[in-house]
């Protein structure tokens, strides 16, 4: 977890203000909501300390393009050393019932935006930092991205000491979607669609 993001809102002014950012005309002009955000995909990161800036970063941090780190032991390792704070913006994510292989896609109660707590290299590759999970996220995994409070933004940035744990139980709403994100040729709205095909059984190995 998590493997799979989305960053829906249709409008960029509202995206860069909610961040409270100024994007310039080239990052405008890149903008497009995303339904299927992937691995290695370019995306969105705000860096910086107080004057936070919107540059555009990869999703896979290092030689090999880690994608999540632990946030209970991120810093210890070598392996992250030398990486810098970042925050990845996006308004939702994937997971899989394990059960049942139907996607679930969790996305803010409330809010337009989420900020998950990443770490970045040099060359902003990143990785989103994960927690135990919350209730809801825990019915299908036992890890999410850590969820910083708008509040909490500017002291991540800074590196001071925030804690980052699962989000509170009114952040975050669920539901199931079709089977189709799981091919990342399907970036649509229908990616996040409420699902209405049946869940049949998972079917055992044969041997």
């Known amino acids: 977890m998590c493997g ?7 409008d960029f002014g509202e995206f860069v203000g909610f961040l409270g950012v100024t994007g310039s005309d080239e990052l405008r002009a890149d903008y497009r909501p995303r339904f299927n955000v992937a691995p290695t995909d370019p ?5 910086g300390g107080a004057n936070r800036t919107l540059v555009r970063g ?3 941090m290092g ?7 632990r946030a209970e032991t991120a810093g210890k390792l070598a392996t992250f050393r030398t990486a810098r704070r970042c925050v990845v913006p996006a308004d939702g994510f994937y997971e899989w019932d394990p059960s049942t292989r139907v996607p679930r896609w969790f996305h803010g109660k409330t809010a337009p935006l989420l900020t998950f707590a990443g770490i970045h290299d040099v060359a902003l590759g990143f ?6 999970a ?8 036992d890890r999410m991205p850590a969820i910083l409070a708008a509040s909490e933004i500017d002291a991540w ?4 000491d925030v804690r980052l744990g699962p989000a509170n139980d009114d952040v975050l709403i669920a539901h199931d979607v079709d089977d189709r994100v799981g091919n990342v040729r399907n970036d649509d709205p229908a990616c996040i669609a409420p699902r209405t095909a049946p869940i049949g059984p998972r079917q055992g190995k044969l041997f």
């Not at 919350?134 to 995994?141: D, M, Q, S, T």
């Not at 940035?157 to 001071?160: P, T």
């Open 58 to 60: 990869r999703w896979g």
């Open 127 to 132: 990785a989103v930092l994960t927690v135990s």
């Open 157 to 160: 940035l800074g590196g001071a």
């Open 43 to 47: 995306h969105f990161l705000v860096v």
């Open 63 to 69: 030689p090999r393009r880690t994608i999540n780190a």
């Open 4 to 10: 799979r993001m989305t960053l829906t809102l249709p």
């Open 134 to 141: 919350n209730p809801l996220v825990a019915l299908v995994h």
